[in-house]
């Protein structure tokens, strides 16, 4: 009878989905001192008055020079894959990220808010992705409902640390949305001319496994206000509101944070290169 009992825990236990946030959490402490992130926050309220949407983030890590955050979410799946796909029918390799930049300089805010930057590693970009018992009529699908709240979360904590921070010294803070899978990554090409109108499928296709992919396409679903200057001449307004989610596989997650690196060159529009420059060399 103890031992039904225990195998039922046991069961319970791994059907709950917190093994896999213990395991990622002990790996990145394990192997902080190789690539410099260590756990800052574990189950991590938050509540993001702009959506109404509130949670706990499953972990929260910090890089060695306390200027780096990733927001991570960690899902545990059981012999799934997630299939991604672009419109081009090609997903090729992308720098080019939204991070949300909390910047003071000059006594002021200097931006604080969504930016792209350009992020290593260099990873398939993808709009779409397909999982298994979904439809494409669902209102949203597993991985916008779960990129989605990674996003609030990310801009709730940005909000919660705006004003952590000496007031007579200039700061940078740059926030990153990750979703650590169990799922198997896949990437599909294909010929987008060869897709059927007649019943909307793919004749023939390659897939490719990658330990980790970028997914972008607007998830958040706070308001959005456009003003005048958004109107210019050139700017693609839909762009404005796309967020970026790193997907990763949980086997690869430390290989990702070995590779994971800001380059100067990106923070040049913030004025802030020379002083990252200086921590790096460090």
């Known amino acids: ?137 669902d209102r949203s699908t597993l991985l916008e409902r779960i990129g989605g709240e990674v996003i609030s979360a990310t801009e ?15 700061t940078m803070r740059l926030y990153f949305n990750i979703i650590v899978t169990t799922a198997d990554l896949k990437v599909a090409k294909f010929d987008p001319a060869g897709v059927s109108l007649a019943d909307g499928t793919i004749p023939d296709a390659e897939f490719d496994s990658v330990p980790f ?12 206000s456009l003003g005048p200057s958004d109107y210019e001449k050139g700017t693609n307004v839909s762009k404005l509101r796309e967020n970026t989610v790193f997907v990763v596989r949980a086997d690869a997650f430390v290989d990702f944070l070995t590779r994971f690196d800001i380059p100067n060159s990106s923070l040049n529009k913030f004025q802030y290169a020379a002083r990252w420059h200086d921590a790096t060399a460090g």
């Open 156 to 170: 709730a904590i940005a909000n919660e640390e705006r004003d952590y921070r000496l007031q007579s010294q200039e």
């Open 213 to 224: 992919v970028r997914f972008r396409k607007q998830l958040s679903m706070r308001s959005f």
């Open 1 to 137: 009878m103890a031992a039904d009992a225990d195998a039922d825990a046991l069961k319970l236990a791994n059907d709950s989905g917190f093994p896999l946030q213990i395991a990622i959490e002990r790996a990145v402490t394990e192997t902080s001192a190789s690539h410099g992130w260590k756990v800052r926050y574990t189950e991590h309220a938050w509540v993001n008055a702009s959506d109404k949407q509130s949670g706990f983030a499953d972990l929260i890590l910090e890089d060695r020079y306390g200027t780096a955050f990733l927001v991570v979410e960690c899902k545990r799946v059981r012999q799934a894959t997630w299939l991604f796909m672009n419109s081009t029918g090609q997903a090729n390799p992308r720098r080019n990220s939204k991070a949300w930049i909390s910047h003071y300089a000059s006594g002021r805010m200097a931006h604080f808010g969504w930016h792209d930057i350009a992020i290593e590693p260099e990873c398939p970009e993808s709009i779409f992705c397909a999982v298994r018992g979904q439809s494409t009529n």
